[in-house]
Nanobody, 121 residues
Framework: VQLQASGGGLVQAGGSLRLSCAAS??????MGWFRQAPGKDREFVSR????????YYLDSVKGRFTISRDNAKNTGYLQMNSLQPEDTAVYYC?????????????????WGQGTQVTVSS
C-alpha cells in the first residue's frame, strides 16, 4: 500500500486544518493517524475502520478532530478544529491489515511520509 499524506501547514491557535491521506495498492482494514512532536514519541491520534467507519480518538482530541474516509477515492481525512500549540507535530497516516491493539504504531504495516502541522499561539 502506498500512502500520500497532505494538508499540513501553519495555523494560529483556534484555527483548522484538514489532512488527507490517499491510499493505493492492496486493501486494508484500518487507517490511523499518528503524530510526533520534537523530542517526543510517536502518539496515536485517531483511527477509522475502512469497512464500517467506526472511529476512535485520543482523549485530548475528542470533540476537536474528526476522522473520516471516502471509499470511492480511497482517501482518509483528519479534520482538525480548535487547534492548539500542543497539537504541533508531524502527522502521519498509516494503515493496517490487522484489527488488534490499533493504538500501537508497531501494528501498522504501511506509513505515509508525514505532514507538518504547526500551531502558533
Amino acid at each position: 500500500v502506498q500512502l500520500q499524506a497532505s494538508g499540513g501547514g501553519l495555523v494560529q491557535a483556534g484555527g483548522s486544518l484538514r489532512l488527507s491521506c490517499a491510499a493505493s495498492g492492496q486493501t486494508f482494514l484500518t487507517m490511523g493517524w499518528f503524530r510526533q512532536a520534537p523530542g517526543k514519541d510517536r502518539e496515536f491520534v485517531s483511527r477509522i475502520n475502512w469497512n464500517n467507519g467506526s472511529t476512535y480518538y485520543l482523549d485530548s482530541v475528542k470533540g476537536r478532530f474528526t476522522i473520516s474516509r471516502d471509499n470511492a477515492k480511497n482517501t482518509g481525512y483528519l479534520q482538525m478544529n480548535s487547534l492548539q500549540p500542543e497539537d504541533t507535530a508531524v502527522y502521519y497516516c498509516a494503515v493496517t491489515l490487522g484489527s488488534y491493539l490499533l493504538w500501537l504504531s508497531e501494528n501498522y504495516n504501511y506509513w505515509g511520509q508525514g505532514t507538518q502541522v504547526t500551531v502558533s499561539s
